[in-house]
Structure formats: structure tokens, C-alpha cells
């Protein structure tokens, strides 16, 4: 069976996402870009990169686990997509325990933790969501075992 290209997987997620927009209003996609540059630039492979594209597609309800579980994709994205969900109510030690656990899946979460920390998208948050996101995404990074950009 033939696998979705990177190119496939991308259009996959910028059509699940159409429409959504992040915490300061920009299209979800541009999100799922960066986070899949950052995962090049941090040296993955093409599998982490398909995963990067999907991270949030579960969590977010812009696909259904169905379909992760039915797509032309490697196993290990797909684990890396199911690693990187946020089950609702989840413990933050659990949710990286997960991350660790799995292959891959770490340096893909470092990326998106790195846009979701980038000081220009925070910085049109106000004061409030900024200190609680920011916090959050400190403490994630301290729980995996990242150092901050």
C-alpha cells in the first residue's frame, strides 16, 4: 500500500484545519507550517514531519481517530499523532510521559512548543492568556526535557 506523500498529508491538514484559527486569530494552518519547518530544521525525518502536519488534527476535532486509524500513513506517524494528543482532562506528567515513550514524537512536540512560545504570536495575547500559556509551555518543556530556544 502506498503511503500519502508530504505533500498529501499537508493538504490532509490544511483542509481539516480550513477555517480554524489559533489563540491570536491567524489561520491554523500557518501553525502546522511551522511546526513542520521547525521539525526539519531540528533534523527529522519525513515521518516526523507527516506527524508534525497532523498534531493537532485529533485533539482538535479536525479529524476523527477514525481516520488517523484508516490513513495510507506509517505506523510510526501515526503513533507520533497519537502521542502528541492532549486527552481532555489528562494529567501534563501523563500527556509527556506519552511523548517520551514513543520515538519521534519528542523533537515534534519541541517544535510546536517553540511556536506556541514564539514571543510575536504571544505577544498579541493579552496579559492573562500570555502568562498562563507561557508558564504551561515552560513547564511541558521542563517535564520532556527541553531547553528553550
Do not use: C, F
Not at 491567524?26 to 519547518?37: F, G, K, S
Request: aromatic content about 4%; charged content about 30%; cysteine-free.
Amino acid at each position: 500500500m502506498p503511503y500519502l506523500s508530504l505533500a498529501q498529508v499537508e493538504a490532509v491538514a490544511r483542509r481539516a484545519h480550513a477555517g480554524q484559527t489559533d489563540k491570536a486569530g491567524r489561520p491554523y494552518a500557518e501553525h502546522l507550517q511551522a511546526v513542520a519547518e521547525g521539525v526539519r530544521a531540528r533534523g527529522g525525518d519525513d515521518e516526523q514531519i507527516a506527524a508534525a502536519w497532523l498534531h493537532d488534527a485529533i485533539e482538535d476535532g479536525a479529524l476523527p481517530e477514525s481516520w488517523l486509524a484508516e490513513a495510507e500513513l506509517p505506523r510510526r506517524v501515526k503513533e507520533i499523532v497519537l502521542a502528541l494528543t492532549k486527552r481532555p482532562g489528562e494529567d501534563l506528567q501523563r500527556y509527556a510521559d506519552r511523548i517520551l515513550a514513543v520515538p519521534g514524537a519528542r523533537l515534534v512536540k519541541e517544535a510546536d512548543l517553540a511556536h506556541n512560545a514564539d514571543p510575536g504570536r504571544l505577544a498579541v495575547l493579552d496579559e492573562a492568556v500570555r502568562a498562563r500559556l507561557t508558564a504551561k509551555y515552560a513547564h511541558v518543556r521542563r517535564l520532556l526535557g527541553i531547553t528553550p530556544d
